[in-house]
């Protein structure tokens, strides 16, 4: 057994996306600090409606998948499917573009924090032009588990602690993903198997937190090396933290914009698709 020390730290950067929204971006601010299988992962915090108002009006997607995680606040999802899905403070959208999807995300509160992640997980190629599809998940479907001086709660995946399974309401994907929320109080530290075959990063989003003598400073990621379990140790004012994990695909990375595929060619066909109308179209 091995614990995973720090490969690399991912400060996030200010940015905007969609029509303005401000948000802080980690992983994706560039291509060398992607993950596989993670492509990016945005974090967006306000009690200012200016920072947040516009919302991500319709736009496309083509050859992976997007999760939000609510934390704070209210987003209403539509897309060209029909599906219309409220996502407020602790729930998830695990949505699958596969070979197109044309979506929007628009707040529905006018006032007050939102607060919350965008995160890209990538598809083989086998998948990439699968049917698009979606799933709304309520914050009483993920389960939530006491540790010292702390809690977690599990979206995606499964951890065992002795006996006891503790199992999030996705599972069963090519990726294999790991999505937990962990929180812990000051001067307290956690133990969390990651699974040897995985890549794994985690953000931290309050607080700092401190992992094999490294400090992880607040808003900012820490890619994992290789091991079995996270050691880690929140500072003096606690932590709260976001750890995923992958098992990566090993397959090319050609992304423009909202469509990543393998090839050149394929963003073209995308593109191509996008502009003809038939992006959607099996």
């Known amino acids: ?100 999807i044309i979506h929007s995300e628009m707040p529905q509160q006018t006032e007050g924090r939102m607060r ?25 479907e993920i389960p939530q588990e006491p540790l010292p001086g702390g809690f977690i709660r599990v979206i995606a995946g499964e951890l065992r602690f002795g006996d006891e399974t503790l199992r999030g309401p996705v599972h069963g994907l090519s990726t294999d993903p790991l999505f937990c929320d962990i929180t812990l109080e000051a001067d307290t530290g956690c133990e969390i198997p990651v699974p040897e075959t995985h890549n794994g990063f985690l953000y931290v989003f ?39 994990a992958g098992k990566p695909i090993h397959e090319p990375v050609v992304q423009y914009g909202p469509f990543v595929m393998n090839t050149k060619e394929e963003i073209e066909q995308a593109l191509s698709d996008y502009r003809a109308g038939r992006l959607t179209v099996a």
């Open 116 to 140: 919350g992640f965008q995160l890209w997980i990538n598809l083989p190629a086998a998948e990439k032009m699968k049917p698009a599809g979606y799933r709304d998940i309520s914050p009483e």
């Open 1 to 100: 057994m091995s614990a995973r020390d720090i490969r690399q730290l991912v400060p996030g950067v200010a940015t905007s996306d969609g029509a303005g929204v401000r948000l802080r971006r980690s992983l994706g601010q560039n291509q060398a600090a992607r993950l596989d299988p993670f492509l990016m992962l945005d974090a967006f915090s306000s009690d200012d409606a200016a920072d947040y108002i516009a919302g991500f009006p319709d736009h496309p997607h083509r050859g992976f998948e997007t999760v939000t995680y609510m934390l704070d606040g209210h987003m209403l999802h539509q897309d060209h499917l029909g599906n219309r899905g409220d996502l407020k403070s602790g729930g998830v959208q695990w949505m699958t573009a596969g070979r197109g």
């Open 206 to 244: 309050e607080g700092g937190l401190e992992v094999a003598g490294r400090e992880v400073p607040t808003h900012s990621a820490a890619i994992l090396a290789e091991g079995d379990r996270l050691i880690a140790r929140a500072g003096t004012e606690g932590a709260r933290f976001l750890l995923l």
